[in-house]
């Protein structure tokens, strides 16, 4: 049982350049997330998912794209990276939505990514 | 607006003394208050979570207090030891982020032996 899964770990990145990080979970929850942590910023929801085949925006949306053909894969797309993405990312899944007893976040390790 | 504040940003406590992070939210109709703690490199977890219908929560050396009037929520970690250091981030679920999380800041604290 590996949880949450994120790949690639590290990526280095010119501007303009697109990539795809790449989310799998094997506890069979509903609701996938992505997160970029930035230094004094805390954890800021870039786009989530409440289900297979849907997905909507967070509070820092812009500049990312996300996919969930299959219920344990969440896929974040960067189409022309930004140095300002430079960022850690983490992935994170939960059994029904937050605030609710079975919401709990289960997060990935994270991916660190470098826009130069 | 949407905002969860949270304090101290930094806090150092020597073992075995106790660390208080406080953290205010904006949103009434929130509740849910969960912590997270996020060692260094590390993925954050969740450590301890309290709903609005009670007051406080305890699990061994961590509690967490809830102040429904006044919108804030406190963390307390009595006897510290150097395992406890970490990032420590609190959250609160807001109406205008579709009922998801939002996150504070977070705290780093430090524990010198």
């Known amino acids: 049982n590996a949880g949450v899964t994120q790949t690639p770990k590290f990526r280095v990145l010119k501007t303009g350049q697109s990539m795809t990080l790449l989310c799998a979970q094997d506890m069979n929850h509903e609701y996938m997330y992505w997160y970029r942590q930035d230094p004094g910023m805390g954890l800021r929801l870039i786009h989530y998912?409440?289900?297979?085949?849907?997905?909507a925006k967070g509070e820092v949306p812009d500049g990312y794209n996300v996919s969930r053909l299959k219920k344990q894969n969440f896929l974040l797309g960067l189409e022309s990276a930004a140095p300002s993405q430079t960022s850690v990312y983490f992935c994170?899944?939960?059994?029904?939505?937050?605030?609710?007893?079975?919401?709990?976040?289960?997060f990935g390790e994270g991916s660190r990514l470098t826009v130069l | 607006g949407e905002n969860v504040e949270q304090h101290p940003p930094t806090l150092s406590v020597q073992e075995g003394d106790s660390a208080v992070i406080k953290c205010t939210y904006s949103?009434?109709?929130?509740?849910?208050f969960p912590w997270y703690k996020q060692e260094l490199g590390k993925r954050p977890q969740l450590i301890i979570d309290?709903?609005?219908?009670?007051g406080e929560k305890k699990d061994q050396r961590i509690a967490v207090t809830l102040n429904k009037t006044a919108k804030h929520f406190s963390l307390h970690i009595t006897e510290t030891q150097p395992e406890d250091s970490a990032v420590y981030f609190c959250?609160?679920?807001?109406?205008?982020?579709?009922?998801?999380?939002?996150f504070g800041k977070g705290t780093k604290l430090s524990v010198k032996p």
């Open positions: 994170a899944s939960s059994y029904t939505r937050q605030g609710a007893r079975t919401g709990e976040l289960f």
């Open positions: 309290i709903r609005s219908n009670v």
């Open positions: 998912s409440v289900g297979e085949g849907t997905t």
């Open positions: 949103d009434s109709a929130s509740n849910y």
């Open positions: 959250a609160a679920p807001h109406r205008g982020s579709q009922g998801n999380l939002i």
